[in-house]
């Protein structure tokens, strides 16, 4: 009986940790969905397996009808043929993984992609201010304290809408689909 109650409990606070972890991104999405309706294919470059539940967090934020494409990249080497997966794939904007290694807010990894994607059109954005030094156009999230933060100079051929900084006060290889939250599906750097 001790095992079962010990499981269970493990169990409540995996699943309270997701919950926790979906409420990060939820003011990002919300921001997101409202700048940009029409877009609803968001991409991702990091280590999948270090990061996974953080992109369930995600999926849960954006909610349902939307795809997520991960490209599951484990160097900052491979930053550059993931920013081309990613193009590839007709991602609308990228989102920056605040926990991953090679390619969060302000990492060389992150810096580099970011620079590949607007080049070819697709916008990123991340939850630090740092995001904004390497090319997202905007970045909400803890590192933000809640504000939306707006670039002052995008670089690339990105053509997008910026949110409104009023708004601020407000506060594959492998598909993958839960009720209720957007559909992942993960492809290799490699």
């Known amino acids: 009986m001790s095992r079962i109650s010990t499981s269970l409990g493990v169990a409540a ?18 921001t997101t969905q409202t700048a940009w309706p029409e877009k609803h294919h968001l991409g991702v470059i990091c280590n999948y397996r270090a990061n996974e539940s953080d992109i369930w967090a995600l999926a849960k934020a954006a909610g349902d009808g939307t795809l997520i494409t991960v490209v599951d990249a484990r160097t900052p080497e491979q930053a550059s043929l993931a920013a ?29 992609a970011v620079n590949r994607l ?6 990123s954005i991340g939850t630090a201010p740092v995001a904004l030094a390497q090319g997202a156009v905007f970045s909400m999230g803890e590192g933000t304290d809640g504000q939306i933060l707006v670039t002052d100079r995008l670089i690339g051929t990105v053509d997008v809408i910026l949110p409104d900084r009023a708004q601020a006060s407000q506060k594959s290889s492998l598909v993958m689909r839960r009720e209720g939250m957007a559909t992942i599906a993960v492809h290799s750097a490699k």
């Not at 309270?16 to 990002?28: H, K, M, N, Q, V």
Request: proline residues 6%; glycine residues 8%; contains cysteine.
């Open 118 to 123: 607007a080049s070819r059109g697709v916008p």
């Open 13 to 30: 606070v995996a699943l309270t940790g997701l919950i926790l972890s979906a409420e990060d991104f939820r003011p990002l999405m919300n």
């Open 84 to 112: 081309a997966v990613l193009a590839n794939q007709h991602a609308d904007f990228v989102v920056l993984m605040p926990k991953d290694r090679n390619f969060c807010d302000g990492s060389f990894g992150a810096t580099v």
